[in-house]
């Protein structure tokens, strides 16, 4: 077997291993947290009876010991049953889920493409240029960038381009009731993938640039320029790709925050996303789509960061997996 | 070379961006009409399921019908689906005469759908959220195809009130289904079919669902092709896809009305809450036997200043449950702002030895910045003479969970700044102050043991005299008024916001979204 084939196999078995813990720890987590789905349900200002409520709780399988409510879940989760949210009319957890995956996955993958593009051309751009003009206004950009939390930026890009200039939808993936069309989703994309990436282009940028900077002093760029290679190729052959590596770790661990940022964007813009679908299912304390979510988004997760660690090779050849 | 193709990669990633804010979104055609239906207290997005629905009903009374429904100013219940109805003098037999309609495939819709309804909404297994309600329901008869005897067992003076929210389902469509099954049934989602002016077509996941025309509709055919209730997680939200039009209807906060109040392309909606707003007293803490103490907070909130200053005026003070006028009698106390008089009753009363400064949790589940401003000027009022609440707020299962638990930790909760559904119906505070809701029999969660007021309650619901109701009520409120389970406080207004290009639109705050006789086949816009 291929020493990376095995270094994948064995990750992936601790990556099973983390998300059963993973399992263990929401479920005590969301039981450790006040209220139930029943408790989220009732309307405090329309009075229903406790025994209406216990009713409910029997309905739901609530009234069962925890670690039985625990097992029957996972003894169903092996099976790839995640059970049925607990909210409308029940739809089933891993269909529901995968119907949000898609969205998110849209979502983060222009936010992310868009940040890797604009943070690695303006971190180059700042380190060949240091102390211009160009480093200093990307600099200031990236600091704003950085400072700005994910509601802030949303909120304030929803009021300035949707409200104001009326040049962006104010929410929503698709134009409700109209025929499907590319160009609807791309309109309805932009706007929030935009402010999605406005953190992570800064970050990526700052990385960039100093990881640029320390290159471009090393030995073996001052060797390439005193044989006379044209600049261009010393930055973008030589040095760019010899820099790369911290930023691929960065952008590894951005998709993990960039699913925390998910959360607001899609709450502010109504992106019908598993951030959107989290912030409802909490809120509704609907334990099994929390619990299928978590997972999902967990496996999600571990497999992006395997790929990272398995892009590290192919970045720098001296970096061998397993 | 190296820096323009860098500004290069930057400028074209950039440009294409932009380029993508000039891509138009798909126009909706002119005869939709999009609409945040499901947003704010009425709403209940993601629900389909009208049994199991405890709001949203304004929404979903555009496909489904009720026997009876409020009239628009929530003030007489008539005809729907039934076209006329008797009551008998002993209050134990309504007969309901069926309206000539068809349900969205063409089906007829009887007698037979009637029974069919009654008994999922008697089953609790079903996912009903009326069984309890129902319980005095002792038979429903077909007496034949366009006739329904309904004959109780008890008299039930909330039964028409129950029946408004109770939606005529197909008994040709789901007979087949197992009763256990249905709530989590896809038909409510995919399928479903009604008799109401406008038929199901579509929900997308968590952002839209959008109704078409009836065309067969016994009222006429709408005026539009289309409606659609999008999604929003909040009401700011709603309320900058309104700004940015597209969408000509929402729920808004009070605080957001006077960002549309004098705007020529909007209309403020207006309408009673029928939520009491009150602060409860928890009855099985001692601090609050006295019922000179009860009384000192009445006249320690200075509640006039608080809906000028907070609300703008746009709420009514409550002295009782209620601020109807055909349920407030003359004379009652209307406990002033008199904070001299609060500190009198509290020194008569023994407060500095009941409880002195020591601080009282005052648990809310309003977490709205208004809320808070509210809380923040009933703390120092009460501060000023001498009694010390924290305000403390928390989500909705946390509250629920605090104030419902089986065991109670009775000092979580001393005292609470709640709403109670006030109306249209008055016997709906039954359950929050009567002796005989006390948990487990009902939500009489404050613990409020007060026989007068019991026997008031007890009285106006064993009424079979619709002319003599309105006076038991006033007789509810009276002993509300006298004993204080609660300090009432305000009954406040809601309000919607929608497009001056919307013709003959009706909307209504009602508590749950009604539902209410909006006639949405009259409805239209103008592009």
């Known amino acids: 077997m291929p020493r990376t084939l095995r270094y994948a196999l064995r990750r992936l078995l601790v990556g099973g291993a983390m998300l059963l813990g993973l399992s263990v720890l929401v479920f005590l987590l969301l039981r450790a947290a006040p209220g139930d789905p029943v408790d989220a349900y009732v309307n405090p200002s ?107 930026t949303a909120l304030v890009g929803l009021y300035a381009f949707s409200v104001r200039l009326r040049i962006a939808p104010s929410g929503g993936m698709l134009t409700p009731g109209a025929p ?46 005193s044989k006379g290679v044209p600049e261009f190729v010393v930055v973008a052959r030589h040095a760019l790709r010899n820099a790369l590596l911290p930023v691929v770790t960065l952008i590894g661990s951005t998709i993990g925050i960039a699913i925390g940022g998910a959360v607001f964007i899609e709450s502010v813009f109504n992106w019908p996303g598993m951030g959107l679908l989290m912030v409802t299912a909490v809120r509704a304390r609907d334990y099994p789509v929390i619990m299928g979510a978590a997972l999902i988004i967990g496996a999600f997760v571990i497999v992006l960061n395997l790929l990272t660690d398995l892009a590290y090779a192919v970045v720098d050849p001296r970096i061998k997996v397993g | 070379m ?33 609409g945040a239906f499901d947003v704010g207290p009425g709403g209940m997005p993601g629900n389909f399921n009208p049994l199991s629905a405890t709001a949203g009903f304004t929404w979903l009374n555009l496909y489904f019908e009720p026997l009876v429904i409020y009239d628009a100013a929530l003030e007489k219940i008539v005809g729907a689906l039934a076209s006329s109805y008797e009551v008998s003098g002993d209050q134990l037999t309504y007969t309901f005469r069926l309206a000539e309609a068809k349900w969205h495939d063409g089906k007829p819709f009887t007698a ?70 249905l709530a989590r049934n896809a038909w409510w989602s995919t399928t479903p079919i009604g008799t109401g002016p406008f038929r199901f077509t579509r929900y997308a996941n968590g952002q839209f669902v959008s109704l078409a025309a009836n065309p067969d509709y016994r009222g006429g055919a709408p ?47 207006e309408g009673n809450s029928y939520v009491v707003n009150y602060i409860g007293f928890n009855q099985e803490v001692p601090l609050w036997k006295d019922a000179r103490v009860r009384k000192a907070l009445m006249y320690a909130i200075d509640r006039g200043q608080i809906i000028k200053a907070l609300y703008g005026g746009a709420a009514v003070p409550a002295n009782c449950g209620y601020v109807a006028p055909a349920f407030v009698p003359a004379g009652i106390d209307t406990y002033a702002y008199d904070p001299a008089k609060a500190r009198a009753l509290l020194a008569d009363a023994g407060w500095a030895k009941i409880n002195g400064d020591k601080p009282i949790t005052l648990l809310t589940y309003y977490n709205t910045p208004l809320a808070g401003n509210v809380m923040a000027a009933v703390q120092a009022m009460l501060a000023q003479v001498g009694i010390n609440v924290v305000p403390r707020t928390v989500d909705v299962p946390t509250y629920n969970a605090t104030v419902y638990a089986a065991t109670p930790d009775w000092n979580a909760f001393p005292l609470v700044y709640a709403g109670l559904q006030n109306g249209p119906d008055p016997s709906i505070i039954n359950i929050g102050l009567n002796e005989k809701q006390l948990p487990p029999a009902g939500a009489n969660i404050m613990r409020v043991r007060m026989p007068s007021l019991s026997a008031a309650f007890d009285t106006a619901l064993g009424e079979t005299d619709a002319a003599k109701r309105p006076s038991r009520y006033q007789d509810v409120c009276k002993a509300m008024n006298e004993s204080l389970p ?18 003959d639109f009706v909307w209504v705050p009602a508590p749950a979204g009604g539902p209410y006789e909006a006639h949405p086949e009259h409805w239209s816009i103008t592009r």
């Open chain 2, 486 to 503: 609660w300090a009432t406080l305000w009954v406040t207004a809601r309000y919607g916001v929608a497009s001056t290009k919307l013709n």
């Open chain 1, 46 to 152: 329309v009075a229903m009876s406790p025994a209406d409520l216990t009713a409910l709780r029997v309905r739901f399988g609530l009234d069962r010991p925890l670690p039985v409510q625990y097992l029957a879940w996972l003894a169903a989760a092996v099976t790839g049953d995640l059970g049925y949210s607990l909210q409308g009319t029940g739809d089933p957890v891993l269909p529901l889920v995968f119907s949000r995956l898609g969205p998110t996955v849209l979502l983060m993958g222009a936010g992310i493409a868009l940040a890797i593009i604009l943070g690695i051309a303006g971190g180059v751009a700042g380190a060949v240029r240091r102390n211009g003009a160009v480093d200093i206004g990307l600099s200031v950009i990236a600091f704003l960038g950085i400072s700005s939390p994910a509601f802030l």
């Open chain 2, 2 to 34: 190296l820096r323009r193709t860098l500004t290069g990669l930057a400028l074209s990633t950039t440009l294409l961006a932009g380029a993508c804010f000039a891509l138009p979104a798909a126009a909706q055609d002119a005869r939709t009409i999009t």
């Open chain 2, 112 to 181: 037979e759908d009637v029974r069919f309804t009654f008994d999922l909404a008697k089953n609790a297994a079903s996912g009903s959220n009326f069984a309890a309600r129902l319980t005095s329901v002792a038979s429903v008869t077909a007496t034949d195809a366009r006739t329904v005897v309904v004959k109780l067992s008890a008299p039930n003076s909330g039964l028409l009130d129950t029946l408004t929210k109770v939606m005529m389902l197909p008994a040709h469509a789901l007979s087949a289904m197992p009763v256990a099954d």
């Open chain 2, 223 to 269: 005026k539009v092709d289309r409606v659609v209730n999008r999604y929003f997680e909040n009401t700011a939200g709603a309320v900058a896809a309104l700004r940015s039009g597209e969408i000509q209807f929402t729920y808004v906060e009070a605080d957001d009305v006077a960002n549309f109040k004098d705007d020529k392309a909007f209309r403020v909606i």
């Open chain 1, 180 to 225: 499907f069309a590319f160009g609807d989703l791309l309109a309805h994309l932009v706007l929030p993938a935009l402010l999605l990436s406005i953190g992570h282009t800064a970050l990526i940028m700052r990385y960039t640039r100093a990881s640029m900077l320390e290159v471009l002093s090393a030995d073996f760029v001052r060797t390439a320029r």
